[in-house]
């Protein structure tokens, strides 16, 4: 099938923004994409038609526009786990004071589709639409522990270990034998592999055909939630991680 080279260079150029770089010159998105300013401003020009990019009127640098906010509602706002994952979620932030979260995997990394934040606020940089690492976090690593062999070699292929702490997994033998202890114990944690100071457990959600289809995760800060907290929280996050599988059709074996 062949690649419309117009449609493929607008697509990089959106794939440039993200947390660190919001907004970019027209000389960077140059530098970067290896074109020409005058072929670089039409296709802005065209992405900024039809709301995909905007152009801040205070220094003139591009960001993303607001028609992929839409866009992102509309494709979230009809995932059918999600409006069922909410209520799971608000009771459990509510009952612990955590921020709780529901994770998918898209390619080789984890997406938060909801979130519920806790009183106690503990985790501020989470947001949906975040990007995970799966080698990195809880949720990561049960999205990825109960793929079968064949699926999980094909998201690994390539793969970067990156050390984010001292504590990061930064092998794939050191991955793989987590995702063993994952299936075993029936949860993952990531023990400030992601975040120092942070510790996250994260659930499996099941599906009716018995796949696990996303995560459910409760994050902390070590300097606020004990060992005995946090063994309370894990338990309560299983029991809502398989009542809402229950609800999506999965029955216990």
């Given at each position: 099938?062949?690649?419309?080279?117009?449609?493929?260079?607008?697509?990089?150029?959106?794939?440039?923004?993200?947390?660190?770089?919001?907004?970019?010159?027209?000389?960077?998105?140059?530098?970067?994409?290896?074109?020409?300013?005058?072929?670089?401003?039409?296709?802005?020009?065209?992405?900024?038609?039809?709301?995909?990019?905007?152009?801040?009127?205070?220094?003139?640098?591009?960001?993303?526009?607001m028609k992929l906010v839409e866009r992102g509602h509309f494709v979230v706002g009809t995932m059918d786990i999600r409006q069922k994952a909410k209520s799971w979620l608000t009771t459990l932030?509510?009952?612990?004071?955590?921020?709780?979260?529901?994770?998918?995997?898209?390619?080789?990394?984890?997406?938060?589709?909801?979130?519920?934040?806790?009183?106690?606020?503990?985790?501020?940089?989470?947001?949906?639409?975040?990007?995970?690492?799966?080698?990195?976090?809880?949720?990561?690593?049960?999205?990825?522990?109960?793929?079968?062999?064949?699926?999980?070699?094909?998201?690994?292929?390539?793969?970067?270990?990156?050390?984010?702490?001292?504590?990061?997994?930064?092998?794939?033998?050191?991955?793989?034998?987590?995702?063993?202890?994952?299936?075993?114990?029936?949860?993952?944690?990531?023990?400030?592999?992601?975040?120092?100071?942070?510790?996250?457990?994260?659930?499996?959600?099941?599906?009716?055909?018995?796949?696990?289809?996303?995560?459910?995760?409760?994050?902390?800060?070590?300097?606020?939630?004990?060992?005995?907290?946090?063994?309370?929280?894990?338990?309560?996050?299983?029991?809502?991680?398989?009542?809402?599988?229950?609800?999506?059709?999965?029955?216990?074996?």
């Amino acid at each position: 099938m062949p690649i419309i080279q117009s449609v493929e260079r607008a697509l990089q150029i959106l794939d440039l923004f993200n947390e660190q770089a919001t907004e970019l010159k027209i000389t960077e998105i140059s530098k970067q994409m290896g074109l020409s300013k005058s072929t670089l401003h039409s296709l802005l020009k065209t992405l900024q038609l039809h709301g995909y990019i905007d152009q801040n009127p205070e220094n003139g640098k591009y960001r993303l526009g607001m028609k992929l906010v839409e866009r992102g509602h509309f494709v979230v706002g009809t995932m059918d786990i999600r409006q069922k994952a909410k209520s799971w979620l608000t009771t459990l932030s509510q009952e612990t004071g955590q921020t709780t979260h529901l994770g998918i995997l898209d390619g080789n990394e984890g997406v938060y589709i909801e979130k519920i934040e806790g009183k106690q606020a503990a985790i501020a940089y989470s947001r949906i639409g975040r990007r995970l690492p799966v080698h990195a976090t809880a949720i990561g690593k049960v999205l990825l522990a109960w793929l079968s062999e064949e699926e999980c070699a094909a998201v690994l292929e390539g793969y970067v270990y990156q050390g984010f702490t001292s504590s990061t997994l930064t092998s794939r033998a050191s991955l793989l034998a987590a995702l063993q202890e994952t299936r075993s114990n029936g949860y993952a944690m990531d023990n400030e592999e992601n975040e120092p100071g942070v510790r996250c457990i994260a659930v499996p959600v099941w599906n009716h055909e018995s796949r696990v289809i996303a995560a459910l995760s409760l994050s902390t800060l070590t300097s606020r939630v004990n060992d005995d907290s946090l063994e309370t929280y894990r338990q309560m996050l299983i029991d809502a991680g398989l009542g809402l599988s229950k609800t999506l059709g999965y029955r216990e074996r």
